[in-house]
């Protein structure tokens, strides 16, 4: 086996609702290459959310093992999960949950202040990643004075500013109108290609799945279908 | 950018509410700081009695009855070495108003011979004592009366009595007190009051209260319990007491004040702690899905919840200091003053006020807080961001 950036073995999670247990995931055994741009798709309930906050540290297995890069997550306890995530884990949400009352710049400063770091250079990581999704002039506008395209694109700085290994992002064009969406992807497959991240979304759309190197279908927490694109970014079509 | 911007932006969100918060802070805590600083005056004022070591002895039925003025020799007769006694000064009430004003004055006249000696603070230099046994109008007034009167050394005027049989005396200002305890009181001479109840044909003469001024505290004790037995079974049977209880006696008479400043200072503060609570609530309630993402991009469970009282005791104590910082310089600045205030003459800020009315808020940050803040350290940050999405 090659070295994985991420690697789930037989994981299975299930959910206690009085007295139902319900599950999740089903004895999910799958490998993702590091630098790879992954999509997950499947009906409401078939375990997508759940497979991505379990890679990102966010929840345990029931059973199983999860490893991104060198790190079994199993290992690790709460504390030591979040510490990991601020390292290792940009998140992309839906619905971007910028704090509306601080600026463009403050917000993808947020993750930088849990490390020590001097502010000359949090202000250089943040002018950076603004770089990067193209928001450079609006640095100093609020949430409300941006559209929700440029909220996405603001979040996605907050999600790279740290330099992780792996963007989570979950349904992180569900928001916007097909053009914003399409601008959303091509910045994704941007980190991806130019800057090697892996990258795991969920999605609903097969357009944004076309984005993707890689397409997985989940079904009532089985992995239904393993679909790999070769030409997987419009940017390689164009 | 630090945390702490984070927390002082946050109260940003909503700016009617927060104002609204701030405000309901403001005023209940001005006021505590000037409750607090009227008991601490009252406090510094029993302070300053306890140290003058005087003994109040008054008839044990109503302070109004007049005892005789033989008494005073028999007092001294407990202890003719001076060892546990300096002096005795008998004080009869005068009640005196200034012309055409109903408020009563707190007027005594006094004993011409032991007043310098039993009321050595108020401060009589060796002149104006001086003055006092020389001139038999003489006056020592507070320096809130003064001002009030617009008197100065040497100056004259008159006062009406609001006793029977009402007399109307001329006084000369021989000194003013400048002493806060003493600052709406009056004395004169006793002898001049008397003399004048006599030419009115007033038969009673007399003291209403002895005063005596001991050597220490032990004599302090034993002489309150042999002045008390020496009248017993009297026609003219005595309470003697030292002067703070005296004056917390007679305070009392028109309603525990400083208990009550104090009562209502805790039902406010109890009252902003619930309006508090009830805000940050809120708050809390809108941001928990802002909460689950700082968690999800790494920010500790323990981190999130000093956020949360972080925003709770920053919104406490900025309103809290809306209404402390204006009530403390303007007490620092201009002390109000008044004869209203009776035994401590002027309301200052007390440091303690100050203190206090911070400390609190903190508190009322911390309690109000603590439950929401809980909530956001429990938080699961993935049924919150299920619930987001």
Redesign the interface.
């Known amino acids: 086996m090659s070295a994985a950036d991420i690697e789930l073995i037989d994981v299975h999670k299930h959910y206690r609702k009085g007295r139902l247990d319900i599950p999740a995931l089903d004895g999910l055994d799958l490998t993702i290459d590091a630098g790879s741009f992954v999509a997950i798709m499947g009906p409401s309930g078939s375990g997508k959310?759940t497979l991505l906050?379990l890679i990102?540290g966010?929840?345990a297995p029931t059973s199983g093992v999860v490893r991104v890069g060198e790190t079994r997550l199993n290992d690790l306890d709460?504390?030591g999960l979040?510490?990991w995530?601020?390292?290792h884990v940009?998140?992309i949400?839906?619905?971007y949950?910028l704090?509306?009352?601080?600026t463009a710049a403050?917000n993808v400063?947020?993750?930088l202040?849990?490390f020590r770091m001097r502010?000359a250079e949090?202000r250089r990581r943040v002018e950076t990643a603004l770089q990067v999704v193209g928001l450079e002039d609006r640095m100093d506008h609020r949430p409300n004075q941006l559209s929700g395209g440029q909220e996405q694109r603001v979040a996605i700085a907050?999600?790279i500013v740290?330099d992780p290994q792996v963007i989570l992002a979950?349904?992180p064009t569900g928001d916007l109108d097909a053009k914003t969406s399409q601008e959303i992807l091509h910045l994704l497959s941007l980190l991806n290609t130019d800057f090697g991240k892996t990258i795991v979304m969920v999605t609903h759309d097969p357009r944004a799945a076309s984005f993707a190197g890689r397409v997985l279908h989940l079904d009532k927490g089985v992995l239904e279908r393993d679909e790999r694109n070769a030409e997987s970014s419009p940017l390689a079509a164009s | 950018m630090t945390l702490t911007y984070v927390l002082a932006q946050n109260l940003r969100r909503s700016p009617l509410r927060t104002t609204l918060t701030a405000v309901a802070f403001a005023l209940p805590m001005g006021i505590f700081v000037a409750a607090i600083s009227l008991v601490a005056g009252l406090r510094e004022a029993a302070l300053a009695n306890e140290r003058e070591l005087r003994l109040a002895v008054h008839h044990r039925i109503t302070l109004t009855n007049i005892l005789p003025e033989g008494m005073r020799r028999k007092i001294e007769a407990l202890d003719p070495q001076r060892e546990r006694l300096t002096a005795v000064c008998g004080m009869r009430w005068f009640g005196g108003r200034r012309p055409n004003s109903q408020n009563t004055l707190t007027t005594l006249a006094a004993d011409m011979d032991t007043f310098p000696v039993v009321y050595g603070d108020v401060g009589m230099t060796a002149e104006e004592i001086d003055a006092w046994r020389k001139e038999r109008r003489a006056a020592v007034v507070g320096m809130n009366l003064a001002e009030e009167a617009r008197l100065a050394v040497g100056s004259r005027f008159s006062l009406e009595s609001s006793i029977p049989p009402y007399l109307e005396l001329e006084f000369m200002v021989i000194k003013i007190m400048p002493q806060d305890s003493k600052a709406s009181l009056m004395y004169f001479r006793r002898d001049y009051l008397e003399d004048a109840l006599r030419e009115a044909d007033f038969p009673l003469s007399g003291c209403n209260i002895f005063w005596v001024k001991c050597t220490g505290a032990p004599a302090m004790a034993t002489l309150q319990r042999e002045i008390d037995a020496l009248f017993a079974n009297s026609p003219n049977e005595t309470v003697t007491q030292d002067e703070n209880a005296f004056i917390s006696n007679f305070v009392q008479a028109t309603g525990n004040i400083p208990g009550l400043i104090q009562m209502i200072s805790l039902v406010v503060v109890f009252i902003i702690a619930l309006i508090a609570g009830n805000t940050v609530m809120m708050s809390f309630r809108e941001r928990v899905r802002e909460l689950a993402v700082f968690k999800a991009i790494g920010f500790p469970s323990g981190r999130i919840l000093g956020m949360v009282l972080g925003e709770s005791v920053l919104l406490a104590v900025s309103g809290s200091l809306l209404g402390v910082v204006p009530v403390s310089l303007g007490l620092a600045i201009h002390p109000v003053k008044g004869l209203f205030l009776g035994p401590i003459g002027g309301l200052k800020v007390s440091p303690i006020g100050v203190v206090g009315a911070l400390s609190m808020a903190v508190l009322i940050g911390l309690a109000a807080g603590i439950w929401p803040a809980l909530q956001a350290w429990r938080l699961r940050t993935v049924d919150a961001l299920r619930a987001a999405a």
């Open positions: 959310s906050h990102g966010l929840d709460e504390q979040t510490e995530r601020s390292r940009g998140f949400f839906q619905m949950h704090v509306p009352v601080l403050q400063e947020l993750p202040l849990l502010s949090r907050r999600a740290t979950d349904e």
